[in-house]
């Protein structure tokens, strides 16, 4: 377990000193802001939305290793997919940080978003990785205002 944490470790710092998507999509027509007062993150997510599909999608702000990790990895997943796709993969992440339900993480469906499952035992750093996820759902309902963790 200890080398698989290692190795889920090397995989967020990764991401964070090369984030993914690091730009905003010519095509965005969806965006939202969101902050996370107990860390300072800032993140603003472009989302380009062809019907119920996410085209493309970016990212831009300042942010922790955590959020911005999170943020590189989750536009990475999310593009080409459903809406519904979104918030599905949403509810697992969620599920799988906050240890919703039976009270053991689980990181079934997620694919390599299961390298946050560490995140779980850190409670004051959950919000920064679940930050990202509120901003895209904000951004699919269309809401102007940014969305506070807080
Ligand atoms: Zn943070």
Known sequence: MSDLRELYQQVILDHN???RNYRKPEHANRTAEGVNPLCGDRITVYL???GDVIADIGFQG?????DRAAASMMTDSLKGRTISDAERLFEGFHRMLTNDGNGSATA?????????A?????PSRIK???LPWHAV???L????DAVSTE
């Open 17 to 19: 000193r090369r984030p």
């Open 48 to 50: 380009a939305l062809e």
């Open 62 to 66: 300042s942010g922790c290793a955590i």
């Open 108 to 116: 079934e469906g997620l694919g390599k978003l299961a390298v946050f």
């Open 118 to 122: 560490g995140v779980s035992e850190f």
């Open 128 to 130: 920064c990785a679940t």
């Open 137 to 139: 759902r904000a951004a």
């Open 141 to 144: 309902a269309g809401k102007t």
